[in-house]
């Protein structure tokens, strides 16, 4: 069975289409394309390093040659159709058909059948995988290697399916915190920003005919309302660039380890980090551990899944450590950056000799943890919000309500 790119016409609409097709040979695939109603204008061979070369459909190079990452829901579905299947006796190479089968036509599936490709002519399952590493990262390929090695991959899907979901919900529930108090901080900005260029110039106007005495609140916010209307647009392009410069300079390789330095010791923002850190180590940690993959390689596997540079450079270091002979709970507390329960429990499992069960425990104690912080900041960033919009309402109110008070107690 060999993989053919085609580009064709429909027959009915006359639009142009473009894919990938198995067939057995290249007359297979023009009878194919004709009982689906496609007229092939363009019909390749994709095999060996031809297919690898080619990339493809024509639009192959321009996802994958960038930034694309299937959504995480699509990436469960296929490590669950993985699971399933395997663990019904399916071989690979139908395993990865039969999924294939499943995903909607799009880049996703042609990374699917070129894996299936490459599978077919003789690469192993995470070879073919790790030529996405956007995709798969090195996480996934070395536990699917050692799926492979101890001859439990569907055990090992299943356990990665898992682990993705819960990652999944983690996520949300971190969006679900901050979308409110976004959407509310945005809405306030923008209301006072009209108030203050719109609605206060009009009302204050018969202040200056008057040649009243203003109070200082009133000053105040006279020349707030003039700075945003001659100055507003200039000082949000300025905000935006220096915005930007500072995001650029975060991410590169300079600024990134400080920001992530700072971020870590905030009080209430980098408590959160750390537990959302010590789940992650922990999750990876024991997924790898209990496929088999040995511990110096679990732990630079999950390094460069982490997210954050000084924890990478931490791990890299208690990898190190436990390779001259430390304990993975001593290397992991010389970073100073994971919680102390957490090592505690690491340390009782390796003294045990059930370090994969127990980091799995701990994983499960702070996904509890995060989930109960996650509800309790939604809980009290929603006061905090309206009592603060109150704030700055009640002083535009006074600030407008004052002066007339003093008029009315002139004119008595």
């Known amino acids: 069975m060999a993989v053919f790119r085609y580009q064709g016409i429909q027959v009915r609409g006359g639009g142009s289409v473009v894919g990938v097709l198995d067939a057995e040979s290249e007359r297979e695939a023009r009878r194919l394309l004709k009982e689906q109603g ?76 070129r894996i299936r ?56 529930r971190l969006i679900s915190a901050l979308i409110y108090p976004a959407i509310m901080a945005t809405v306030g900005g923008l209301i006072l920003v009209f108030m203050m260029s719109v609605v206060v110039p009009r009302v204050v106007v018969v202040f200056a005919d008057s040649h009243q005495s203003l109070p200082w609140i009133t000053r105040s916010l006279l020349a707030l309302s003039r700075f945003i209307r001659e100055w507003g647009v200039l000082a949000l392009l300025g905000f935006l660039t220096g915005m930007g410069g500072f995001l650029y300079w975060a991410r590169s390789s300079s600024g990134r380890p400080q920001v992530e330095r700072v971020l870590l010791r905030l009080p209430v923002l980098g ?44 791990l890299l270091r208690t990898a190190r450590a436990v390779e001259q002979g430390d304990s ?37 104690l702070y996904q509890e943890e995060i989930e109960r912080l996650s509800e309790r900041v939604m809980h009290l960033v929603e006061p905090v919000i309206i009592l603060t919009m109150g704030v700055v309402v009640a002083y535009v109110v ?13 004119i008595r």
């Open 271 to 314: 408590s959160f980090l750390l537990h959302v850190l010590a789940l992650r180590v922990c999750q990876l940690m024991g997924l790898l551990l209990t496929s088999g993959v040995p511990i110096i390689a679990s732990l630079k596997v999950t390094a460069e899944a982490t997210g954050f540079v000084i924890v990478r450079e931490d």
């Open 38 to 113: 496609l007229y092939p204008t363009s019909l390749d061979r994709l095999e060996g390093e031809e297919a690898r070369r080619k990339g493809g459909t024509p639009g192959f190079r321009r996802f994958f040659s960038g930034r694309y990452v299937p959504p995480i829901r699509e990436r469960i579905v296929f490590t669950r159709q993985m699971a399933a299947l395997l663990a019904a006796g399916f071989p690979v190479i139908e395993t990865l058909k039969g999924v294939e089968e499943q995903i909607e036509a799009g880049p996703f599936r042609t990374v699917i059948t």
């Open 117 to 172: 490709n490459d599978v077919g002519e003789g690469q192993s399952l995470s070879e073919a995988m790790g030529r996405f590493p956007r995709i798969f990262p090195p996480v996934t390929t070395s536990l699917v290697r050692a799926g492979e090695q101890g001859g439990a991959l569907d055990v090992v899907f299943e356990r990665l399916a898992r682990v993705m979901e819960q990652q999944r919900r983690v996520q949300g």
């Open 398 to 410: 006074v600030a407008v309500l004052l002066p007339i008070f003093e008029m009315n107690q002139l």
């Open 328 to 364: 993975l709970a001593a290397g992991l507390a010389q970073s100073g950056r994971f919680p102390l329960l957490a090592l505690r429990m690491i340390q009782a499992g390796e003294r045990a000799g059930n370090l994969e069960e127990m980091l799995d425990r701990v994983a499960g």
